[in-house]
């Protein structure tokens, strides 16, 4: 093993001129693939495409033209939301048989706003071999070109196409501590970004990033309120869309002293007590004060 500046251990490989490529062993493979460069491909996902017997890719023609690119071609099958249920126990199938099948999407990281999510767990539960090979991801591409804060994020995927539902889902992320992450589409991002200054305010530092790693990348950093004017006029955009708002003002200070004060407190009070007398000193929500709590008291007891 071989250690990190910072202490964290990699398994040691050859430098690629050196590889001899080891025959995959059985199971499900989820493969990273690129979100828009090509080149963004990694050398093990190249390794297990060229070894797998069979791809199940969301969009087969998509999967093809990544293939053709690196001069090869495997078996391909379609998997996605409208024939998983019919095709998750063919493909169980094959793995009980020990077959070796590579899972991607049409860009980026299978199981994040995909249908492999399914497969992967009904593997699992039958405790068929399933395999992570990492690789480019557009939500964390944007959160590194966004500038927001990286420290803590969540990933809220796609909001639902209907105003009165998305304003519902905005209203349960407004207290979030984080930067939030979202996917959408091109038709739909005025309207989201509308709902988001109705909901959010708008003057949180969000950011629209489009076609990342692509020809045509876009990335447009500007407060809530005049991104959604800029959209409101504009064509709807073309491609994928990844977009980006930052936390609340203020509660990262807020969790920063409540973790403070929950080792002040925790010692001499019921996980629930302490929860309950902070959240109301630091108008926090206390579900989230709460799991600050429980989660100190660990370390505490530690």
Same mark, same amino acid.
């Given at each position: 093993m071989t250690a990190s500046p910072q202490g964290k251990s990699f398994r040691q490989s050859p430098p690629p001129s050196r590889v001899e490529k080891a025959e995959l062993?059985? &199971?499900l493979y989820l493969t990273a693939t690129p979100i828009g460069h090509a080149r963004d491909i990694t050398l093990?996902? %190249? /390794?297990?495409?060229? !070894?797998? /017997? %069979? =791809?199940?890719a969301e969009d087969t023609?998509?999967?093809?033209?990544?293939?053709? =690119?690196? !001069?090869?071609?495997?078996? %391909?099958?379609?998997?996605n939301d409208?024939? &998983?249920?019919?095709?998750?126990?063919?493909?169980?199938?094959?793995?009980?048989a020990g077959a070796r099948i590579a899972l991607v999407s049409d860009a980026g990281t299978p199981l994040v706003s995909d249908p492999g999510f399914k497969l992967a767990r009904a593997a699992l539960a039958e405790d068929l071999p399933v395999h992570a090979v990492p690789g480019a991801s557009a939500m964390l591409t944007g959160l590194m070109l966004s500038a927001l804060p990286s420290d803590r994020f969540l990933f809220a995927g796609f909001l639902p196409p209907k105003g009165g539902e998305r304003r519902t889902a905005l209203e349960a992320l407004k207290a979030v501590p984080a930067t939030l992450i979202f996917?959408?589409?091109?038709?739909?991002?005025?309207?989201?970004?509308? /709902?988001?200054?109705?909901?959010? !305010? &708008?003057?949180?530092?969000?950011v629209v990033a489009r076609e990342l790693?692509?020809?045509?990348?876009?990335?447009r950093?500007?407060?809530?309120?005049?991104?959604?004017?800029?959209?409101?006029?504009?064509?709807?955009?073309? &491609?994928e869309i990844t977009l980006l708002v930052g936390g609340p003002a203020g509660k990262t200070a807020d969790l920063e002293q409540l973790d403070r004060l929950l080792d002040q407190v925790l010692p001499f009070m019921p996980v629930r007590a302490a929860a309950d007398l902070l959240a109301d000193a630091l108008s926090l929500p206390r579900k989230l004060v709460y799991g600050h709590a429980l989660a100190r008291k660990d370390r505490q007891d530690d």
């Open positions: 062993g059985p &199971g093990r996902a %190249l /390794d297990v495409l060229q !070894g797998c /017997d %069979l =791809i199940a023609r998509v999967t093809a033209k990544l293939l053709a =690119i690196y !001069g090869f071609a495997k078996p %391909l099958t379609p998997y409208h024939n &998983g249920e019919r095709e998750r126990p063919r493909l169980l199938a094959k793995l009980r996917y959408e589409t091109g038709p739909r991002l005025a309207a989201t970004l509308a /709902d988001m200054v109705a909901v959010l !305010g &708008g003057a949180r530092a969000s790693t692509k020809l045509h990348e876009e990335v950093r500007a407060p809530l309120a005049e991104l959604a004017a800029y959209y409101a006029d504009a064509a709807p955009p073309k &491609g």
